[in-house]
């Protein structure tokens, strides 16, 4: 199954005041694996930053001036996604500011049914303790040294990880015995293994019955 891991970085926190998206970040996922597919953009948001999110995201006025407008990448970004889970940390704040960018030029919205919250995720598998991305890495032991400030592509790269984690997903097992049996390993040939057969006597075999009981008498009594 594709997913796509999302980020956006905004002027400001509601759209009901103006706020604008001036990044979006996206890594495609395969099964879980990442594909290598990309969509990162800047965007000029057509009014000024505030103070907080600049504090944020560091993305200056003069930087984003001339940065494409979301109508510019609208459709590349729309078939990026198309028929895609999409995976947000927070996803009310991202979707908000989508949709928002979205309604502005009279195009389709994105359904809530068709994201992946990984903030609720969280809340609901560590009741009481820190759901930021930051807090999730540490707790998942994700390097985020990089994350110095809010990056919608860097921020997905930690976020996928977090997220494979929070589906307790691992890394696979080998299992070196069904390896064994596929290959058709003859261990009889492999240089240096030896196999010696050896033959106990039954007053050997006695006193390791008699050293087995008194262990176990020894450990749990």
């Not at 199954?1 to 999302?6: A, D, I, N, S």
């Not at 960018?101 to 560590?126: G, H, M, P, Y």
């Not at 890495?137 to 997905?156: G, P, Q, S, Y």
């Amino acid at each position: 199954m594709k997913e796509v891991v999302l980020d956006t970085e905004t002027t400001g926190l509601s759209v009901k005041d103006g706020h604008r998206i001036v990044e979006i970040g996206c890594i495609e996922l395969d099964n879980l694996i990442p594909t290598k597919k990309i969509f990162h953009c800047y965007l000029n948001p057509e009014r000024k930053v505030s103070e907080s999110a600049l504090k944020v995201h560091g993305y200056t006025d003069e930087f984003l001036s001339d940065k494409k407008k979301f109508l510019d990448i609208a459709d590349e970004f729309l078939e990026f996604i198309h028929n895609k889970k999409i995976v947000i940390h927070n996803a009310e704040f991202d979707i908000g500011h989508l949709n928002n960018e979205l309604s502005l030029i009279s195009r389709n919205t994105i359904s809530k049914d068709n994201v992946v919250d990984t903030l609720e995720i969280a809340r609901n598998k560590f009741p009481g303790s820190g759901i930021s991305l930051d807090a999730l890495c540490k707790r998942f032991r994700v390097d985020n040294t990089r994350r110095e400030k809010h990056n919608a592509i860097l921020d997905c790269e930690l976020l996928a990880k977090v997220y494979i984690n929070l589906l307790e997903q691992r890394e696979p097992i080998f299992q070196f015995n069904s390896i064994i049996e596929k290959k058709d390993v003859n261990l009889n040939k492999i240089k240096g293994y030896s196999k010696k057969i050896v033959n106990i006597s039954k007053e050997e075999l006695e006193n390791h019955e008699k050293f087995l009981k008194s262990e176990l008498k020894k450990n749990y009594y």
